[in-house]
């Protein structure tokens, strides 16, 4: 059995809560009036060492990692961003490790919105995805 983890979240879920430990998915149910709720909804999955990365992170390290990092009661995640960051390549920023952390077949932040026909949200996605765009430049 595969064990999804979503965050599925109507504009209450949008503001206030950390599931980026557990969940690197986020179901939109509807779509938020503007690119900056549709922002705060997927910020709440898309953070700092988010769930997404550190399975990356764990699969592409793993035990071997551990094994020559890991003293006592160390934490292991510790052990294993500390061998995430040494195997960086030059030149590589920040985000690199802590933010993105991508491999082929491996985890992502994901956006899931169903678009029903009829729906207001088919009109929506289009001028959500131009406006956010037009923010990000």
Not at 80 to 91: D, K
Request: glycine residues 10%; hydrophobic residues 40%.
């Amino acid at each position: 059995m595969i064990r999804r983890h979503t965050l599925a979240s109507p504009s209450i879920g949008q503001e206030g809560l950390d599931f980026h430990t557990y969940c690197h998915a986020v179901y939109h149910w509807n779509l938020p009036p503007n690119p900056v709720d549709m922002e705060q909804r997927e910020g709440r999955v898309h953070r700092f060492k988010g769930h997404a990365v550190r399975k990356n992170v764990a699969r592409r390290r793993g035990l071997g990692a551990l094994r020559d990092r890991l003293e006592g009661g160390a934490d292991p995640w510790a052990a294993l961003f500390r061998a995430a960051v040494e195997a960086r390549e030059p030149g590589a920023n920040d985000l690199v490790t802590y933010w993105i952390y991508e491999l082929l077949g491996g985890a992502r932040v994901e956006r899931r919105i169903p678009i029903f026909r009829l729906s207001r949200d088919v009109g929506r996605l289009g001028r959500l995805e131009g406006e956010r765009a037009h923010v990000a430049m």
